[in-house]
């Protein structure tokens, strides 16, 4: 593992946080994590994100959606 790696400041605890984060709504989150719309897990029934994994998310969806756009 990369001794780089700052876990602490790739995580993002409670619904509150990831909504500031995504400028989003604490219940939009909800609504996006119960439709499978963002990457998360549970840690007791707090809703935890990675930035590093909602980063690569985004940007695969993005690139997924260029390229129906394009026809590809």
Same mark, same amino acid.
């Given at each position: 593992?990369?001794? *780089?790696y700052?876990?602490?400041?790739?995580? &993002?605890? %409670?619904?509150?946080? $990831?909504?500031? @984060?995504? %400028?989003? @709504?604490?219940? *939009?989150?909800?609504? =996006?994590c119960? *439709? *499978?719309?963002?990457?998360f897990?549970?840690? %007791?029934?707090t809703?935890?994100?990675r930035?590093? @994994? $909602?980063m690569?998310? $985004? @940007?695969?969806?993005?690139?997924?959606? =260029?390229? &129906?756009?394009?026809?590809?």
């Amino acid at each position: 593992m990369d001794e *780089q790696y700052d876990l602490a400041s790739d995580v &993002i605890w %409670g619904a509150a946080a $990831i909504g500031r @984060t995504l %400028g989003m @709504t604490r219940r *939009q989150v909800y609504h =996006a994590c119960d *439709q *499978q719309y963002l990457p998360f897990f549970k840690v %007791g029934s707090t809703v935890v994100c990675r930035r590093s @994994t $909602i980063m690569a998310y $985004i @940007t695969a969806r993005e690139e997924k959606n =260029a390229s &129906i756009k394009r026809g590809l």
